[in-house]
């Protein structure tokens, strides 16, 4: 049976997209996007059609869909050898002599800094784009002033690939729970700490763990940003300044490694029935609220017990819906992809 | 910390609200919309004000809000008593006399026919009404025309509180999985029978479970729609019809009831590691979507798995996002009014 079956009542809206950013998340959406486009059509009368890329140094561009029907036609990770390459095309550029629609924000960022995604983020809103973006960086600096700014202009700011992606975080806190408040909130937001702590309890060491990790592809290269608790601490400010209100930075979370945390410790904790996770959470101390990013043993009775391995979970606690708690969605640049595309599609369906 | 501070950049909005039935979430709906009266104002820049209630006799409007500031104003339940009633005003009358804005359905409705509700909302929706509703009846009838009228008419139709209420089934499915192809979905959708089973499991007999639920308010007088699985049904068609575009009718579903599980069965499955639950479902078998109510034994790793208690759940599998549950959400009055608000905020606001 087709889902949605009350579509197609209105004419197809063509959707504009620049995609800036061409590493795993970007390549991922592309390759998504020639893949949905049908059931997005049929589903949604939209029609989203990519008309450029963007990287550093450079990218391509065109009045019409730079996306190819057929499935060996597809755009090599090295945009370079693409037939429409131009050396130093600027964002800027496209966004000024393309009709808007969407940017679609795949740069990684720096947490500190912001950039250069929140450059792209403003530049688009400045030129009447809605912006989806997977880039945490810009987010966790500059979270109001983009919205702000997308409020102000009656434009969409999506940033559910940053903040959980697959495992709806925002909609949930916003659009299911609006109207309630939200008293607190804990979430196992980060799956690499999450498998490492949970291959710990079985008695794994952290090192063996982490190996395991990166082997499985879900620990990076470079784990710092995971087990430091920083990515977390991210998702955890964008989700407190999206949700709740909040005006966190990086400065005002209290971020605890996993790395402290030992096998022996994970092992004697599940065996008293309990589980170890690297927690996020904001609730109120003497009626502030407080963030913290913290190692905690959870209990069996608790909504994110059972959260294990590379899954993630997040708890609302509220006043008049009492505790909802969301687990599970993939985190591989594919499901990181669909939460864009995901974001694009609520920008324009009504349900 | 105020929420969402970057509310109150566009005048605020006023809602006229009339709402029908003054049971029990309808009486929860009037109290509710009181006491978020000032933060709906602040975060949203909304202003819902009741001007119309509305039972099977008669009932009480103004052109300005009957809602009292004060509490101890706070309307009784019996609607006669109020200064304003009137015996036998009619809904057709207010929706007619009133400039539109959105109509909340708290009256419950026959499964079969979804009578009295489904005329409400056809009527609303007639008048250019929006509409909210906890009925589960008019929508297990005829969701798809209810759907189609209010997308034909740009209304909004909202129907979170049939549909688990607290838990947010529908946003989940609709918004959150948006461009996902949902391959099935399982659910706990009953919080009475989940307290029996989960009571059950504990050597409790049915019979005495029951009287427990029934004396916490947790069961009606009759639990017959609920023990049954007919309100586990309902939900499964609200949700399957909504989200993944089905057609589905009572007499579609496989409906098996509680009532032929056994105490020791209960134990001794809990003793094997897993859990009895009454779980609504949609699959595919031969390529054809079954739906199905039926209590099945759930393993440990499964998402549903630690949903006890008047606890509910729902997991939809997917393509591109895996698996994604959610759990909880209070099943009281004021959880099932707070839900109708949220869909009322959700049809103006836009984050």
Redesign the interface.
């Known amino acids: ?6 579509a197609n ?1 209105k004419g197809q809206k063509k959707i504009n997209l620049i995609l800036v950013g061409f590493g795993r998340v970007g390549r991922a959406f592309y390759g ?1 996007l020639r893949e ?1 486009r049908a ?2 059509k049929s ?2 009368n939209l029609n989203p059609t990519l008309l450029s890329i963007l990287n550093s140094t450079g990218g391509i561009a065109s009045d019409k869909s730079i996306h190819p029907e057929k499935p060996s036609d597809i755009c090599s990770s090295d945009l370079t050898q693409h037939s429409l390459w131009q050396k130093g095309l600027r964002l800027e550029h496209v966004l000024k002599t393309t009709p808007a629609g969407v940017l679609v924000e795949c740069t990684p960022s720096d947490l500190q800094t912001g950039e250069p995604g929140l450059g792209h983020l403003h530049l688009a809103l400045d030129n009447g784009w809605q912006v989806v973006t997977a880039d945490k960086g810009a987010l966790v600096v500059d979270f ?1 002033g983009l ?2 700014k997308a ?2 202009k009656g434009l ?1 700011l999506g940033a ?1 690939a940053a903040a959980g992606a ?3 975080t ?3 806190g ?9 008293t607190s909130l804990a979430g196992v937001l980060n799956g690499t700490t999450n498998y490492i702590l949970t291959q710990m309890a079985l008695g794994t060491s952290y090192e063996k763990a982490l190996e395991e990790a990166q082997a499985k592809g879900i620990a990076e290269p470079d784990p710092s940003l995971d087990v430091g608790g920083w990515d977390t601490a991210a998702k955890l400010i964008i989700i407190a300044n999206a949700v ?4 966190l930075s990086l400065k005002d979370v209290d971020v605890e490694p996993i790395t402290d945390v030992s096998s022996r410790t994970c092992v004697s904790v599940q065996n008293g029935g309990k589980s170890l996770k690297l927690v996020g959470k904001v609730h109120k101390i003497k009626n502030i ?1 407080q963030a913290q990013v913290k190692v905690e043993a959870i209990d069996k009775c608790h ?1 994110l ?2 959260v294990d391995g590379a899954e993630k979970g997040i ?1 609302y606690f509220t006043d ?11 985190s591989d640049p ?2 990181a ?3 864009l ?2 974001d694009i ?2 920008i324009y ?3």
Chains 1, 2 share one sequence.
């Open positions: 049976m087709p889902q949605n079956p009350s009542l998504l949905k059931l997005i589903r949604y109001h919205r702000e409020v102000r969409g559910s697959a495992l709806p925002l909609d949930v916003r659009v299911s729970l609006a109207g309630a408040e939200i709740m209100g909040l005006n609220f909504p017990y059972g708890v008049t819906m009492g505790a909802v708690a969301i687990r599970g969605g993939k594919r499901a992809a669909a939460a595309l995901k599609i609520n369906h009504r349900y």
